[in-house]
């Protein structure tokens, strides 16, 4: 359960809330580690060479912290929308095994074990989509936009908006953050096309079959290769028809990176093709690190690199 999950609040009163108690907590384990010090101290004559006192950052327990618990909060809305976790129940809801559908009514997982992210709204169920549909059913419709400012904030990454911010932080923070949480062996898998961020979607390993990479590719890396030939189309309708230099400006601008970001997609689509002939499934006893890189490997031994290199 994660401490800054209570329905129908503001999550910054929830986050001050929680700032309290783990303060107050922090500054109870520390007085018993000191006075355990203290207590050995004592009892081996130390008191001329050692003192109790214990640095804060040296005490085994941490004080809040905003950043970091927005991004440990985003972390399990991820895990809810894979069905790792659930509001409805408490714990681990899906680590493998048998999926059960009756532990999630309030809020219910991915279908297909693959959410996309995208730099601009081109979808209504992509990750961020998917995030803000997370936090309207945890807090409410009400508070919605405030609470995605307040998540906005806390993050600091650029954008004009809330969810510019959030979108960002997917596209950009988020895995890095996950990786390093996990210890270079993430739970959530990145299908990353490369610099121009043509094609980001996530999935999770848990949850994974022979059959992932394949889905992916048909159901979402196609539709967003038609997404950019649309939007190129429309760039060279304003560049032939406008009259607005700035608007026509922006428009080629626009147009030449739809292109490198289609370009890219389609180098990136003959590696996963490859990839999804052999219908690779993985085995969870193995672990992150083997199977991580049996599913970028073909039969002949060949690798592809499709997710982000940890």
């Not at 109870?28 to 355990?36: D, F, G, M, T, W």
Request: proline residues 1%.
């Amino acid at each position: 359960h994660h401490p800054l999950i209570e329905k129908g609040k503001f999550i910054e009163e929830i986050f001050n809330e929680w700032k309290n108690k783990s303060n107050e907590r922090f500054e109870i384990v520390k007085a018993n580690e000191e006075a355990i010090n203290s207590i050995f101290i004592d009892i081996y004559g130390l008191s001329d060479e050692l003192s109790c006192f214990i640095d804060e950052k040296n005490v085994t327990m941490r004080k809040a912290n905003l950043e970091r618990d927005i991004k440990s909060l985003i972390s399990y809305a991820v895990g809810c929308m894979f069905g790792r976790y659930s509001l409805d129940v408490e714990g681990l809801a899906y680590a493998g095994g048998e999926w059960d559908n009756s532990k999630y009514s309030s809020f219910v997982p991915d279908a297909d074990n693959c959410i996309p992210i995208t730099d601009e709204e081109y979808f209504e169920d992509d990750i961020v989509g998917r995030f803000a549909e997370f936090v309207r059913v945890v807090y409410g419709n009400e508070t919605l936009e405030e609470n995605l400012d307040f998540i906005a904030k806390a993050l600091g990454t650029k954008g004009k908006t809330s969810r510019e911010i959030i979108r960002n932080y997917f596209l950009n923070g988020f895995i890095k953050d996950h990786i390093k949480t996990y210890q270079k062996r993430p739970i959530y898998w990145l299908f990353d096309s490369g610099k121009q961020n043509g094609f980001k979607a996530l999935c999770y390993m848990h949850r994974w079959n022979a059959d992932t990479i394949g889905n992916m590719r048909v159901e979402y890396l196609h539709r967003m290769q038609r997404v950019y030939e649309k939007e190129m189309e429309r760039m060279q309708e304003v560049i032939d028809n406008s009259k607005d230099n700035k608007e026509i400006n922006a428009a080629t601008k626009r147009k030449e990176k739809l292109q490198k970001q289609y370009k890219e997609t389609k180098d990136y689509d003959a590696k996963v093709g490859h990839l999804a002939l052999f219908r690779i499934d993985i085995d969870l006893d193995d672990g992150v690190k083997v199977n991580y890189e049996k599913v970028q490997t073909a039969n002949d031994g060949t690798k592809y690199q499709i997710f982000v290199k940890i």
